[in-house]
Structures are given as structure tokens and as C-alpha cells.
């Protein structure tokens, strides 16, 4: 079945190729746009994944794909996702399997449920299972991506898009910060900077897993690339008593002077 079938829509979503298995850090979208967020699609149905994956990558966001329940499982343990799209007709094992695997594991990922099987009992045992929320096929794909927000937000204790400290103020959705009420003008990652470190702000943030959020498995990433962002925010964030501390050779925290 074309991918366009599994869409309430007459306009099917534009993708491009997507490699399998591989993220990458699409074009920034200004509106509705999460820029930090990482994703794992587990759907067997290229199509149908290439189209997902397009628009999620089309609003910012990183994206993994897999085709099968075991190295959903694998992946999902090994690192950090904000959301796991999960399909339940999968070529190796379940996925209601996958579920159970990684909420035995401790796994607290948000589990997107996205399937063809809409039986009421279907529905009742994935959430019995532990996923957070259920979505059958077809479906209208602007639904699909408004619940994977939603899914980030709640993950992350922050249903309100809005992350403010002292006199700094970002919006999660329309892409924008202010500082003292003025506008700030942020490029796509140096606003991926401010928004991890708003969200955990006061707590000190490894650099390591600072470069997972903010460059893709893709991008050429120079040993100072980083710094280059750090010291670009830090410019931007001048008067607003808000500043980057660096703890060295740990990562950095976001505090108010």
C-alpha cells in the first residue's frame, strides 16, 4: 500500500530517500518545532516510515528508523529518546513484545502506538503494557505529529510550551526566545542550545550528551563545534542576567547571576 493509504488526507506527505537507520538533522521549521527532540520509528512498512520520518525531520526533529522489533529494543536501551513510534505488526516479534521488553527494562520512553489493529481490546492491552497513547491507521498526519509534541512535553513534565528563567522567556512551539520582553534572533542550534539548557536549568548538562541533542549522527561535528554555539548564545544572552557557566571538562549549566 502506497504510504499516502494510512493518511486522512488527498495530499499525501512530500519525502525524500531516506536512508534506513540513520538520522539526520533536517531544514529548521519555525512553527510547531521541537529542536532537540530524537525519535525512534519502528514501522516494517518502508513507505509508510519514509513518510513519517520526512515530516518530523521536515519540523527539525531527529529521527531513527527500524523495520524490526529487536533492534527497536537494542537501540531503545541504548540511548536517549524523547518519543518511540511503535507499530505492532512487526516482521520479527510483536510489537506489544517491543513494549513489554523495554517497560521490563525500565525503559520510560513515550510509546506512540501506531497500528492498523483498532479492536478495543488491541487498544486496552497497549496501554495496560505501559504506552502512553494510541493511534490507528488511517490517520491525519498533522494528528500524528500534534501527538508527538504532546508525547515530548508530558515526557519531559512540561506541558506548557513556554520555559522561562529571570528575564529570558522561549516558546518550544513558535521556535523563539525574548529577553526583557525584546525578541533575540537564534539560529536553529544555538536555540537547541538555550532550550536543553532551559529545561535543565541550574542542572549541570555533560557535554556529551549535549552534542546528541543539538547535532545529528550525520553532521560533520569539529572538536570545538560546540564552544562555537556555546560562545554564540552566551553573546545573545548579555543584559538578561541569565548566563552559561562551563564546568570544565564536565559540560555546562544554565544560571542566573
Not at 502506497?2 to 531544514?27: C, E
Not at 531527529?62 to 527497536?72: F, H, I, K, N, T
Not at 497513547?133 to 509534541?149: N, Q, S, T, V
Not at 542550545?193 to 545529528?216: C, D, H, P, S, Y
Request: aromatic content about 4%; charged content about 25%; glycine content about 8%.
Amino acid at each position: 500500500m502506497h504510504a499516502a493509504g494510512f493518511f486522512n488526507t488527498s495530499t499525501p506527505p512530500k519525502t525524500g530517500r531516506i536512508p534506513r537507520l540513520h538520522t539526520t538533522l533536517a531544514t529548521f521549521h519555525q512553527a510547531d518545532t521541537e529542536c532537540t527532540m530524537r525519535v525512534l520509528i519502528v514501522e516494517d512498512d518502508a513507505a509508510l516510515s519514509r513518510a513519517l520520518a520526512g515530516a518530523l525531520r521536515g519540523n527539525g526533529l531527529l529521527v531513527d528508523e527500524v523495520e524490526e522489533g529487536r533492534s527497536a529494543v537494542r537501540l531503545a536501551l541504548g540511548q536517549h529518546y524523547n518519543v518511540l513510534v511503535l507499530d505492532l505488526g512487526l516482521p520479527d516479534i510483536d510489537g506489544l513484545d517491543v513494549l513489554r521488553q523495554l517497560r521490563r527494562a525500565k525503559c520510560t520512553t513515550p510509546v506512540l502506538i501506531l497500528t492498523a489493529r483498532d479492536a478495543p481490546s488491541d487498544r486496552v492491552k497497549g496501554l495496560d503494557l505501559g504506552a502512553d497513547d494510541y493511534l490507528a491507521k488511517p490517520f491525519d498526519l498533522g494528528e500524528f505529529e500534534a501527538r508527538i509534541r504532546a508525547l515530548n512535553r508530558r515526557g519531559q513534565g512540561l506541558p506548557d510550551p513556554t520555559l522561562s528563567m529571570g528575564a529570558l522567556v522561549l516558546n518550544r512551539s513558535s521556535a523563539e526566545a525574548w529577553v526583557n520582553g525584546h525578541r533575540i534572533d537564534l539560529r536553529r542550534r544555538e536555540f537547541a542550545v538555550l532550550e536543553a539548557l532551559l529545561i535543565r536549568q541550574g542542572k549541570l548538562i555533560l557535554r556529551e550528551r549535549l552534542i546528541t541533542e543539538i547535532f545529528g549522527d550525520d553532521d560533520p561535528v569539529t572538536p570545538n563545534a560546540l564552544e562555537v554555539q556555546i560562545t554564540r548564545v552566551r553573546q545573545k544572552l548579555k543584559g538578561s542576567g541569565v548566563e552559561i557557566q562551563s564546568v570544565r571538562n564536565l559540560g555546562y549549566l544554565l544560571s542566573t547571576r
